[in-house]
């Protein structure tokens, strides 16, 4: 990366994208929705479940120019869900403020552990313990998405759960590869504490993006 692209990244007029597709959203409270979905690269919270490890180098992933990602992603669908990677490692202000430009409804998917930026309609907090939400994130928080990767992780969804405002809708979600093993006990869990859903990654089963 050169200076130019670094201070054009700096800005936000500039982005790593590492994807960028229309499909349904197959997670969490909007599920089933049609949504264009904006892949950003780059990532250090480093969870050694993740199914998008090639996303983590944000410098194998072009840089692209925020606007025209935007048009391109309007095109399609007025739903935008930003994700990675972790999308808070980059300023959002311009991308997000193009979108609502267009009329888009943005929504992201972040660890919480970088500062918010961008103009954001949804937010979807999935906590990492290997990098904290930072606390000013957790009373903005629409839902709570906490991946249940083993039995401390239903301590970790509850501590959690503890710091997001009330009308947080709380789910848990099962990593992808311990399903079998998980979503009885997470059912369990729900049945004692009602407060709680079920999230499951349909589009793994749709086979779909």
Request: glycine share 6%; proline share 5%; charged share 25%.
């Amino acid at each position: 990366m050169n200076k130019e692209e670094d201070i054009l990244l700096k800005e936000g007029k500039m982005l790593p994208v590492m994807e960028h597709f229309y499909t349904l959203q197959g997670e969490g409270a909007h599920t089933g929705k049609a949504a264009y979905f904006i892949r950003l690269g780059g990532c250090d919270v480093g969870c050694h479940w993740c199914d998008v490890k090639e996303s983590w180098d944000p410098n194998l992933h072009p840089l692209m120019n925020a606007e025209e990602i935007a048009e391109t992603a309007a095109r399609h669908c007025k739903t935008i869900v930003l994700t990675g990677g972790e999308p808070l490692m980059w300023n959002l202000d311009i991308l997000t403020s193009k979108l609502k430009e267009l009329g888009c409804t943005v929504h992201i998917e972040t660890s919480g552990a970088y500062p918010m930026s961008g103009h954001i309609d949804w937010i979807t907090l999935s906590p990492k313990k290997t990098g904290l939400p930072k606390e000013e994130i957790y009373a903005k928080a629409h839902e709570l998405k906490v991946i249940v990767f083993n039995n401390n992780d239903f301590k970790f969804a509850q501590e959690q759960a503890a710091k997001v405002s009330e009308n947080c809708t709380l789910y848990l979600q099962s990593e992808w590869s311990k399903r079998d093993e998980m979503y009885p006990k997470i059912t369990d869990f729900i049945l004692e504490n009602p407060e709680w859903r079920a999230s499951v990654q349909t589009h793994k089963y749709l086979n779909i993006p």
